[in-house]
Nanobody, 126 residues
């Protein structure tokens, strides 16, 4: 059974940094696409950053240049380094995975994720 557990959320002031981690169990980590999503109050969940089957990365326009997704296959852990945080980054951040081979160039890439962590809260104050 696939299990994803996020950590590293918290409260920071605008301009600060946080690093989220996602520990994964129950599957061959390297064979899955992995990603980070977020959901702010009153808004739909959106894809933030992701790896596809080839290891290529994609980012939401709103976080490009500020967020970096990375992974350590040996540790089965996914990371999201978030710099220059803004109040609009405030949300619950979710780690997600999908086993179906997928490409970041597929328009349905963000819709394919089917395994989810419980989420971790990130709050950025102005």
């Amino acid at each position: 059974q696939v299990q994803l557990v996020e950590s590293g959320g918290g409260s920071v002031q605008a301009g600060g940094s946080l690093r989220l981690s996602c520990a994964a169990w129950g599957y061959t980590y390297s064979s899955y696409c992995m990603g980070w999503f977020r959901q702010a109050p009153g808004k739909e969940r959106e894809g933030v950053a992701g790896f596809d089957s080839d290891g290529s990365t994609t980012y939401a326009d709103s976080v490009k240049g500020r967020f970096t997704i990375s992974k350590d296959n040996a540790k089965n852990t996914l990371y999201l380094q978030m710099n220059s945080l803004k109040p609009e980054d405030t949300a619950i951040y979710y780690c997600a995975a999908v086993k179906i081979p997928s490409s970041i160039y597929d328009v349905s890439f963000w819709l394919r994720f089917g395994y989810w962590g419980q989420g971790t809260q990130v709050t950025v104050s102005s």
